[in-house]
């Protein structure tokens, strides 16, 4: 069974930094996409950074510059570096893997952490 456990979120003021981790619980999590989601309140899920097994990253670019996605296949866990947080980054958080396999997508995700911006 596939489990994606994500961790690190919390209360930071704007300006801080978070670094949240998703351990994942999969087979072959090398052969993955893996990826950081977000949705805030009244709004929908949206992609914040995708990090392939092989290639570049991919960021939203309302965080461009900002947040840093990496993952280490040895561990099974994708990380999401944020920084210079603000008050509009406030939402929850999700760890995503996907794969395209034998015309076949497998797509997991996690229970999500918050993350809030405030003062």
């Known amino acids: 069974q596939v489990q994606l456990v994500e961790s690190g979120g919390g209360l930071v003021q704007p300006g801080g930094s978070l670094r949240l981790s998703c351990a994942a619980s999969?087979?072959?999590?090398?052969?993955?996409?893996m990826g950081w989601y977000r949705q805030a309140p009244g709004k929908q899920r949206e992609l914040v950074a995708a990090?392939?097994?092989?290639?570049?990253?991919n960021y939203a670019d309302s965080v461009k510059g900002r947040f840093t996605i990496s993952r280490d296949d040895a561990k099974n866990t994708v990380y999401l570096q944020m920084n210079s947080l603000k008050p509009e980054d406030t939402a929850v958080y999700y760890c995503?893997?996907?794969?395209?396999?034998?015309?076949?997508?497998?797509?997991?995700w996690g229970q999500g952490t918050q993350v809030t911006v405030s003062s």
């Open positions: 995503n893997a996907a794969r395209w396999r034998f015309g076949s997508l497998s797509n997991y």
């Open positions: 999969i087979s072959i999590f090398s052969s993955y996409v």
């Open positions: 990090i392939p097994n092989a290639g570049s990253t």
